[in-house]
């Protein structure tokens, strides 16, 4: 049987067309800006100054305690400046910019080997230097997930590889292209925590994929290949675990107090770079689709610039409107061309000024199909109407803090609504008013 989950639309696939049958090329650019803050927690600190020279991969910015992780040299070269740089909707980033010399020169790696006979101590640390997040767009240190604490158990690790977002395909190839690599990195995180289950779950849209990751997994020992339903959002961890053990995560609650670890296969795949090559992480496959001529998925070194890699997808093919780094329902519209990819940029797609325009919201006209729709089973109408009052306290109490912001109900709501937005903005107020409550608390001042 399929598994699935509760509520959840039906975008249409048709946008991942130009990119699923074309294999991935890599491209390196001459210059990469590399951000510091790439992955939820501390940002990292820049280890290097102007005119260095330095390696690929090489540390050049080092984490800044347990919950952050270290940034590498991506390319070899010269270190051309060391600066804050405008980066999405937050606040400047720290970024080290280099000069690329196509030397291609690495710092001299320290491989582990092979993962069924890696030392299982080794290989959280291991992840941990490499400097891995969760490469599916949410970028939380693997290692930090991958620590648990004494009273936390895991029996069951499941591969996320269901790409469920519109536009993108950058999962979708890696799965056909390096499906041994990914269940590699699987095995030896499931050596690592002990764990015998390990699942790579699939949405029923990418046949090939699932035939590939069968082949890749075959002889490896407590891995299974799992078959979802094409179904948005499946590849949100709640409704992945849902759909593979039927377990729910509590409200508030983690995936690891229902015995799971989630990761997701360009995550997977990371790790065993890690493991088998002492490779840190320094590219990744990305889509880049919409209004560009050649509409590819790249292999591009961290930091590589928007305006170049669409310059290798051969231009704009109609006026630009909007650019946004995700698919159409989570992905967060970039400031300019300038902007670099991170370690959790799967796609860059780009609107025509058209679909790039912002519609109006009309009166909601109480259909209720946004209550239907809604995965973690919300009433976004009502939360809407609280937090269009401004409401927080209204808002906290009809759970808008569980809220996932995938955007189905914005998706399906007649009257097209600006529910998903209305509910980060909340989500973000609320998130300061708690940090200004503790700094209040600790006699300091919340950023
Ligand atoms: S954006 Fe939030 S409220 Fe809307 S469907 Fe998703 S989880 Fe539910
Ligand atoms: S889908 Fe839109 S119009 Fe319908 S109840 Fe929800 S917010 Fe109102």
């Not at 620590?147 to 269901?162: E, W, Y």
């Not at 109609?318 to 400031?335: L, Q, R, S, W």
């Not at 796609?347 to 973690?376: M, T």
Request: glycine share 10%.
């Amino acid at each position: 049987m399929k598994g699935t989950f509760r509520g959840g639309v039906h975008p249409s696939h048709k946008s991942k067309d130009p990119t699923k049958g074309v294999k991935t090329r890599e491209y390196v650019s001459d210059t990469v800006k590399i951000i510091m803050n790439m992955n939820i927690g501390a940002p990292a600190k820049p280890c290097v100054k102007k005119g260095d020279q330095v390696r690929v991969g090489q540390v050049i910015g080092e984490a800044q305690g347990f919950m952050s992780v270290p940034v590498h040299a991506s390319v070899s070269g010269t270190v051309l400046a060391v600066e804050p740089i405008p980066y999405l909707a937050e606040a400047p980033s720290m970024a080290v910019t280099i000069q690329n010399d196509f030397k291609d020169e690495w710092v001299e790696l320290h491989p582990l080997g092979d993962v069924e006979h890696v030392d299982p101590s080794l290989v959280i640390p291991a992840i941990q230097n490499a400097g891995i997040c969760g490469m599916g767009g949410a970028c939380f240190p693997t290692h930090v997930k991958l620590s648990l604490k004494p009273d936390q158990k895991c029996d069951t690790i499941i591969v996320n590889g269901a790409e469920c977002e519109t536009h993108l395909t950058a999962d979708h190839r890696l799965m056909l292209e390096n499906s041994r690599r990914i269940v590699d990195g699987l095995r030896a995180v499931m050596r690592a925590l002990d764990v015998k289950n390990g699942v790579i779950a699939i949405e029923d849209n990418k046949a090939d994929a699932i035939a590939a990751m069968k082949e890749a997994s075959f002889g490896r020992q407590g891995v299974t290949v799992k078959t979802l339903r094409t179904k948005y959002p499946q590849g949100g961890e709640k409704q992945l675990i849902e759909a593979i053990t039927g377990r729910q995560v509590p409200s508030g609650g983690l995936p690891i107090q229902v015995n799971v670890v989630v990761l997701n296969v360009g995550t997977c795949a990371a790790i065993a770079d890690a493991i088998i090559d002492g490779k840190p992480l320094i590219s990744r496959i990305t889509t880049i689709t919409g209004c560009v001529r050649k509409p590819s998925n790249l292999r591009l070194r961290i930091g590589t610039l928007v305006e170049d890699l669409i310059g290798e997808c051969g231009g704009f093919s109609e006026d630009a409107g909007k650019i946004v780094f995700g698919g159409a329902m989570t992905g967060m519209p970039i400031p300019n061309t300038s902007v670099p990819i991170a370690k959790a940029t799967n796609g860059v797609v780009v609107y025509n000024k058209h679909d790039g325009a912002s519609v109006e919201e009309g009166p909601c006209i109480r259909c209720g199909k946004c209550v239907s729709v809604c995965p973690i089973g919300l009433n976004p109408f009502q939360i809407k109407a609280a937090a269009d009052a401004d409401d927080l306290e209204k808002c906290k109490a009809l759970h808008v803090m569980d809220c996932i912001l995938c955007g189905s109900c914005s998706f399906d709501c007649p009257s097209r609504r600006w529910l998903t937005a209305s509910f980060k903005n909340a989500k973000q107020k609320i998130t300061l008013q708690a940090k200004k409550a503790a700094a209040a608390q600790q006699g300091g001042t919340a950023k």
